[in-house]
T-cell receptor
Framework: GAVVSQHPSWVICKSGTSVKIECRSL??????MFWYRQFPKQSLMLMAT?????????EQGVEKDKFLINHASLTLSTLTVTSAHPEDSSFYIC??????????????FGNGTRLTVT | AQTVTQSQPEMSVQEAETVTLSCTYD???????LFWYKQPPSRQMILVIR??????QNATENRFSVNFQKAAKSFSLKISDSQLGDAAMYFC???????????FGTGTRLQVTL
């Protein structure tokens, strides 16, 4: 089955530093990837849609300069949390759709990244 | 805009019994898809079942089935013969045919007891 690898699975960083999270589709190409954020015991909130070769589309209320998204290849999207603060601590999950499987094929999710900012 | 509502924060079921998780949604689109995802403690999102809105027949995947009531905008999940491994958070989600991005409900935590 289609696999999405997300790395790192857990990261602790100091306030003010930047953290990069990678999302890779291992056995399929993904022109579109999605980045979600999940607070403890809450639902997944879509942050942005990552489009290969073009700018990401951010949801309302998400700071694009704070959460930098790069989708430079058909198998890799990165989310960089810049100048991280404790309130950025959360669980970040990416998902990807197989470009060859149709626009309404199921999404494949990564295992998520737990970010803790101290 | 799409909204998905799950009114049951927690549910409990005995092993081998049947449980139904509720979900309602709202969308102005005519072309949309509905999903149930399972999130165990590992936090991996696992697709349980998928329903195309244009299909009248309720989707079924082994012990999992849905009751899709389009007019009522209701999409409940029935788990039959519950197993301990079914314990998890269950999220109902929707996406439109054009947007392709998922909108999730707030989730229902399912406990399975012996």
């Amino acid at each position: 089955g289609a696999v999405v690898s997300q790395h790192p699975s857990w990261v602790i960083c100091k306030s003010g530093t930047s953290v990069k999270i990678e999302c890779r589709s291992l056995d399929f190409q993904a022109t579109t990837m999605f980045w979600y954020r999940q607070f403890p015991k809450q639902s997944l909130m879509l942050m942005a849609t990552s489009n290969e070769g073009s700018k990401a589309t951010y949801e309302q209320g998400v700071e694009k300069d704070k959460f930098l998204i790069n989708h430079a290849s058909l198998t890799l999207s990165t989310l960089t949390v810049t100048s991280a603060h404790p309130e950025d601590s959360s669980f970040y999950i990416c998902s990807a759709r197989d470009a060859g499987a149709g626009v309404n094929s199921p999404l494949h999710f990564g295992n998520g990244t737990r970010l803790t900012v101290t | 805009a799409q909204t998905v509502t799950q009114s049951q924060p927690e549910m409990s079921v005995q092993e081998a019994e049947t449980v139904t998780l509720s979900c309602t949604y709202d969308t102005s689109e005519s072309d949309y898809y509905l999903f149930w995802y399972k999130q165990p403690p590992s936090r991996q999102m696992i697709l349980v079942i998928r329903q195309e809105a244009y299909k009248q027949q309720n989707a079924t995947e082994n012990r999992f089935s849905v009751n899709f009531q389009k007019a009522a905008k209701s999409f409940s999940l029935k788990i039959s013969d519950s197993q301990l491994g079914d314990a998890a958070m269950y999220f109902c989600a929707s996406c439109t045919g054009t947007a392709s991005k998922l909108t999730f409900g707030t989730g229902t935590r399912l406990q399975v007891t012996l």
